[in-house]
T-cell receptor, first 117, second 112 residues
Framework: DAGVIQSPRHEVTEMGQEVTLRCKPI?????LFWYRQTMMRGLELLIY????????DSGMPEDRFSAKMPNASFSTLKIQPSEPRDSAVYFC???????????????FGPGTRLLVL | GDSVTQMEGPVTLSEEACLTI???????????LFWYVQYPGEGLQLLLK?????DKGSNKGFEATYRKETTSFHLEKGSVQVSDSAVYFC???????????FGQGTTLQVKP
């Protein structure tokens, strides 16, 4: 399997622009997680989906952030409008939720390095 | 809420030295415990895991034992290599939701 795929790997944009990050989870996985990594705050969970349904978005910082998962093989994280403080590395991860609710190991993508000028 | 605390870095060692990175956790219930490694410019990779008390996870010469009595999951390696230089994250997983809670990460630098 190719693993979790993220695009773009690098994004440089100007303040106020819309940014869309993309993720393709590992085939067969039914849970998907979006994280943000910064030097100041470390790794933060933004949102996660189970069977394409958002389960917990309490980590989404503001209304400027939104995430969708239209099908089992694709998810987007959108920032509109972007601000310099959004500069970070954004990771997508996927896992398999088992019967009874327990989760298997999360596998991470390579990340998208976002710089907002 | 649940939390993970790791020893602060950076940790600088000479090649073939012994490594210990301390990790303690606070959690309700019985979480699974993980060590992830992040090499420069890359995403996180699972290094090892343990799902219940007294389990020992091991991989690539690294080991960690799930100690319920001390709520710890310390990472150890007997002889480090330059290629082990990376950031190491301890994490716990809520069994029901699968949410991972990470420690702040510990940077390891191994010098030849």
């Amino acid at each position: 399997d190719a693993g979790v795929i993220q695009s773009p790997r690098h994004e440089v944009t100007e303040m106020g622009q819309e940014v869309t990050l993309r993720c393709k989870p590992i085939s067969g996985h039914n849970s998907l997680f979006w994280y943000r990594q910064t030097m100041m705050r470390g790794l933060e969970l933004l949102i996660y989906f189970n069977n394409n349904v958002p389960i917990d978005d309490s980590g989404m910082p503001e209304d400027r952030f939104s995430a969708k998962m239209p099908n089992a093989s694709f998810s987007t994280l959108k920032i509109q409008p972007s601000e310099p403080r959004d500069s970070a590395v954004y990771f997508c991860a996927s896992s398999m939720a088992l019967a009874g609710g327990s989760q298997e190991t999360q596998y991470f993508g390579p990340g998208t390095r976002l710089l907002v000028l | 809420g649940d939390s993970v605390t790791q020893m602060e870095g950076p940790v600088t060692l000479s090649e073939e030295a012994c490594l210990t990175i301390n990790c303690t956790y606070t959690a309700t219930g019985y979480p699974s415990l993980f060590w992830y490694v992040q090499y420069p410019g890359e995403g996180l990779q699972l290094l090892l895991k343990a799902t219940k008390a007294d389990d020992k996870g091991s991989n690539k010469g690294f080991e960690a034992t799930y100690r319920k009595e001390t709520t710890s999951f310390h990472l150890e390696k007997g002889s480090v290599q330059v290629s082990d230089s990376a950031v190491y994250f301890c994490a716990l997983s809520d069994r029901n939701t699968g949410k991972l809670i990470f420690g702040q990460g510990t940077t390891l630098q191994v010098k030849p």
